[in-house]
């Protein structure tokens, strides 16, 4: 089997303790948990490519680790993306009112307005967890020091890849 092969096979069983084993335990409730359990499979997957394939004496090293990378890049970002999408989504709230019985106009626009103000919450606290910005007791958001460095580095991301606007 190939390396490429290895690294498919070793990323359909990460898929499968994601989604068999790891969401029953708590720490993986969470975007966080996840996130983490995701990161340390990318460190470990790309170590093992870098070891595989310079142990090799192979001239393809470089694209045999970017190869990896990129693997376990799409199929990670892939399962946060639709895991942050079913954890909150708009859609799931409106099939869950209408099974529900409450399919009443006011209703289903009074669940989805708590849905995106628990979004926002969340966000707002992860972001003041990571020491990026504050939020003061009136509801002010300001940007910390790290913050302000951090988005400089995503306008200079948005300059290199020549986006005009972003939503």
Not at 112 to 138: F, I, M, P, Q, W
Request: aromatic share 10%; hydrophobic share 50%; charged share 15%.
């Amino acid at each position: 089997m190939n390396f490429y092969g290895f690294v498919l096979a070793y990323l359909g069983a990460h898929f499968l303790a994601c989604t068999f084993v790891c969401r029953k335990l708590h720490i993986f409730q969470s975007e966080q948990g996840i996130f983490f359990f995701h990161a340390v499979s990318a460190c470990f997957v790309l170590i093992a490519a870098a070891v595989g394939a310079f142990s090799s004496d192979s001239l393809h090293a470089m694209p045999v680790i970017l190869g990896v990378a990129a693997m376990h890049g799409i199929y990670s970002l892939s399962f946060l993306e639709l895991w942050s999408l079913s954890q909150g989504s708009y859609s799931r709230e409106v099939v869950e009112g209408v099974l529900s019985g409450h399919t009443a106009e006011s209703d289903v626009v009074a669940s989805l307005a708590v849905v995106g103000d628990r979004k926002k919450l969340a966000r707002l606290k992860g972001l003041e967890t990571l020491c990026l910005l504050s939020v003061s007791s009136h509801g002010k958001v300001q940007l910390r020091s790290a913050g302000t460095v951090v988005s400089a580095g995503l306008r200079v991301l948005r300059w290199l890849a020549n986006l005009h606007s972003t939503g």
